[in-house]
C-alpha cells in the first residue's frame, strides 16, 4: 500500500462516488488512501503515545478488512469512525492491564494520607450523580458537544468535523449544556 496522504481532505463526501466496491482490494486501498488522515487526526490528540497513532489506523483497516459484510456497508465514514472508536477502546483497556503492573503502590507514610469523612465521600457521589442525572436530560448532540469539549477537551473546529456541524454549532451546544450542568450543580449546593 502506498504511504497514506495525512491530510482530512475529501472526508464527507459520499465514498461511493468514488469508489468500485467490486474488487475489495482496490476498494479498500481507495478508502484507506481517502480516510487515513482524517484517522491520523481522530487518534492523534486521543492517545498520549504518539507512535502508537500508525497501528491504530492500520488496525481499523484491518478490521475493516475482516469484516465479512465489508463492501455491504453503506455508511463508510460513519462505519469507520464507529470501528476508530473501538479501537481506541480496546487500546486504552489493553493500555490499562499493562500499566496495572507498572505503578508504585500507595504507602501513606511516603505519599501523605488522605482521609475523607464519610460525609465527603458521600456529598461527592450524590453531586457526580446529578451531573450524571443531567448530562443524561440533554439532548443527545449538546451532550455529546459537551463530552467532547468539557470532559475530552477537544477544540471547537475537531468537534465541528467530526460531527459534521459548524464551529458556531458546537459553541452554540457547548454554551447550553454549559449552563445546565452549571444551573444543576448550584441547584443541589443550595
Known amino acids: ?95 490499562q492491564a499493562r500499566q496495572s503492573y507498572n505503578h508504585d503502590s500507595f504507602v501513606p507514610d511516603l505519599h501523605g494520607g488522605v482521609d475523607f469523612s464519610s460525609a465527603e465521600i458521600v456529598e461527592a457521589r450524590e453531586a457526580m450523580a446529578k451531573l450524571q442525572e443531567t448530562l443524561g436530560q440533554l439532548p443527545e448532540r449538546t451532550r455529546t458537544v459537551f463530552v467532547l469539549r468539557a470532559l475530552e477537551q477537544q477544540k471547537t473546529a475537531l468537534v465541528a468535523e467530526a460531527l459534521g456541524i459548524s464551529s458556531r454549532a458546537v459553541e452554540k451546544h457547548y454554551a447550553k449544556a454549559l449552563a445546565r450542568v452549571s444551573h444543576a450543580l448550584i441547584a443541589y449546593r443550595d
Open 1 to 95: 500500500m502506498d504511504t497514506p496522504d495525512h491530510s482530512p481532505r475529501g472526508v464527507g463526501a459520499s465514498t461511493m462516488e468514488i469508489v468500485d466496491r467490486s474488487s475489495g482490494t482496490r476498494w479498500l486501498d481507495a478508502l484507506a488512501r481517502r480516510y487515513s488522515g482524517a484517522l491520523f487526526s481522530f487518534f492523534d490528540w486521543r492517545v498520549e503515545q504518539k507512535a502508537d497513532v500508525p497501528d491504530l489506523v492500520q488496525d481499523v483497516f484491518f478490521r475493516l478488512a475482516r469484516s465479512r459484510s465489508a463492501q455491504e456497508i453503506e455508511q463508510v465514514e460513519r462505519y469507520l469512525f464507529k470501528t476508530a472508536a473501538n479501537t481506541l477502546k480496546d487500546h486504552r483497556r489493553h493500555c
